[in-house]
C-alpha cells in the first residue's frame, strides 16, 4: 500500500460520504484540480494523485513497456482504489483520464459508481468517415518530434492551444511550467500514449453512468467528439459547456462545480 501511495503520490482531502478520484490529463498533475478541490472537499472524500511521470510521482517506478499504452496508467488507478480498499468510486477524469478511467472501470466495475468526463476524446486522430478526433496523424507525428527537440519551445506553443486564447494568460502560463516540469522522455511516452491511441471500442462497453462535459469551444476536443462518446455509451449524459478551451476545471471552475454537484445529488 504505502509503496503506492509513494509512486502516485496520493492525497486524500474531505471526508464526505461520496468517494471522487480525480485523474489529471497529459502533462498535468493534481495540483490542477485546485480551482474545484476546495469547493468539493466540503461535500466529498476526494482522492488526488499523480501519474507516473508527473507532478511528484516516482519518477524511478517508470517502465516504458508499462506506460507507453493508457492500460498501463489504468492499472495505477486500480491499484490505488485496491490500497484504499475503495468501493463506489466517482471517477472524474480530465481528457486522456476519461479512457484511462474507462480502462480501470472495465477491469474492476464493482469498484466505480460513474464518470464524471470533462472534455473527454477517446481518440485525437481523425478516422474518417465516421469520426474527427480533431488532428491528422502527420499534424500528431509533428507535434511528438517538436516536443524531442525543443521541448519548451513545444510546451510554450501547446499551452495556449489547450488553455483557449481568450481564457487569462495565468493559466496559459501554469499550463506551461506544468508542461515543463515533467521529465521530457517520460511526458513524450504518455504523449504518444495519449494522441495516437483509439481507444472508442470502449465507449459502448461502459457498465457505469456517465456525465460528459465539453467546451463548446476548443481546440482538442469538439463538440462533435462529444456528441459521438453520448451516442456510443450507454447511461451517457452530455451537457455542451458554454467555455472556451480543454482545461474547463480551471478556467470555469463555477460551472463545472455546478454539473458535478448536480450530478452527484442526482
Same mark, same amino acid.
Not at 515533467?182 to 504518444?192: C, G, H, I, S
Not at 452530455?238 to 455546478?258: D, F, K, N, Q, Y
Given at each position: 500500500k504505502e509503496q503506492v501511495m509513494l509512486r502516485n503520490n496520493v492525497t486524500i482531502i474531505g471526508t464526505g460520504e461520496k468517494t471522487l478520484m480525480l485523474a489529471h490529463g497529459f502533462g498535468c498533475d493534481q495540483n490542477m484540480w485546485k480551482y474545484i478541490a476546495p469547493q468539493l472537499k466540503e461535500r466529498y472524500t476526494l482522492v488526488l494523485f499523480d501519474y507516473v511521470g508527473s507532478g511528484h510521482s516516482q519518477a524511478s517506478a517508470f517502465s516504458e513497456s508499462r506506460y507507453s499504452t493508457l492500460e498501463g496508467y489504468a492499472l495505477d488507478v486500480n491499484e &490505488?482504489? /485496491?490500497? *484504499?480498499? *475503495?468501493? +463506489? @468510486?466517482?471517477? @472524474?477524469?480530465?481528457? #486522456?483520464?476519461?479512457? &484511462?478511467? !474507462?480502462?480501470?472501470?472495465?477491469a474492476s466495475p464493482e469498484r466505480f459508481a460513474s464518470h464524471v468526463m470533462i472534455c473527454p476524446s477517446p481518440c485525437f486522430l481523425n478516422m474518417p468517415p465516421d469520426y474527427y478526433g480533431g488532428f491528422e496523424k502527420h499534424d500528431l507525428e509533428e507535434l511528438i518530434d517538436l516536443m524531442g527537440r525543443n521541448y519548451i519551445g513545444w510546451a510554450n506553443y501547446l499551452a495556449p492551444l489547450v488553455v483557449g486564447s481568450e481564457n487569462a494568460s495565468v493559466f496559459i502560463d501554469e499550463l506551461s511550467s506544468s508542461f515543463c516540469s515533467t521529465d521530457p522522455v517520460l511526458a513524450q511516452t504518455f504523449a504518444k500514449a495519449t494522441f495516437f491511441s483509439d481507444y472508442r471500442h470502449l465507449?459502448?462497453?461502459?457498465? =457505469?453512468?456517465? $456525465? @460528459? *462535459?465539453?467546451?463548446?469551444? +476548443?481546440? *482538442?476536443?469538439?463538440? /462533435? #467528439?462529444?456528441?459521438y462518446i453520448h451516442a456510443q455509451m450507454p447511461q451517457s449524459t452530455l451537457r455542451i459547456m458554454e467555455s472556451e478551451g480543454h482545461c474547463i476545471h480551471?478556467? =470555469?471552475?463555477? $460551472? #463545472? !462545480?455546478? /454539473?458535478?454537484?448536480?450530478? $452527484?445529488? +442526482?
Amino acid at each position: 500500500k504505502e509503496q503506492v501511495m509513494l509512486r502516485n503520490n496520493v492525497t486524500i482531502i474531505g471526508t464526505g460520504e461520496k468517494t471522487l478520484m480525480l485523474a489529471h490529463g497529459f502533462g498535468c498533475d493534481q495540483n490542477m484540480w485546485k480551482y474545484i478541490a476546495p469547493q468539493l472537499k466540503e461535500r466529498y472524500t476526494l482522492v488526488l494523485f499523480d501519474y507516473v511521470g508527473s507532478g511528484h510521482s516516482q519518477a524511478s517506478a517508470f517502465s516504458e513497456s508499462r506506460y507507453s499504452t493508457l492500460e498501463g496508467y489504468a492499472l495505477d488507478v486500480n491499484e &490505488i482504489c /485496491e490500497a *484504499l480498499d *475503495l468501493n +463506489d @468510486v466517482h471517477f @472524474v477524469g480530465h481528457s #486522456v483520464s476519461t479512457s &484511462i478511467g !474507462l480502462l480501470a472501470a472495465n477491469a474492476s466495475p464493482e469498484r466505480f459508481a460513474s464518470h464524471v468526463m470533462i472534455c473527454p476524446s477517446p481518440c485525437f486522430l481523425n478516422m474518417p468517415p465516421d469520426y474527427y478526433g480533431g488532428f491528422e496523424k502527420h499534424d500528431l507525428e509533428e507535434l511528438i518530434d517538436l516536443m524531442g527537440r525543443n521541448y519548451i519551445g513545444w510546451a510554450n506553443y501547446l499551452a495556449p492551444l489547450v488553455v483557449g486564447s481568450e481564457n487569462a494568460s495565468v493559466f496559459i502560463d501554469e499550463l506551461s511550467s506544468s508542461f515543463c516540469s515533467t521529465d521530457p522522455v517520460l511526458a513524450q511516452t504518455f504523449a504518444k500514449a495519449t494522441f495516437f491511441s483509439d481507444y472508442r471500442h470502449l465507449l459502448p462497453q461502459a457498465q =457505469h453512468a456517465a $456525465l @460528459v *462535459l465539453q467546451s463548446q469551444d +476548443d481546440a *482538442l476536443a469538439n463538440p /462533435e #467528439v462529444g456528441r459521438y462518446i453520448h451516442a456510443q455509451m450507454p447511461q451517457s449524459t452530455l451537457r455542451i459547456m458554454e467555455s472556451e478551451g480543454h482545461c474547463i476545471h480551471m478556467t =470555469h471552475p463555477a $460551472l #463545472v !462545480l455546478r /454539473e458535478i454537484q448536480a450530478w $452527484l445529488d +442526482d
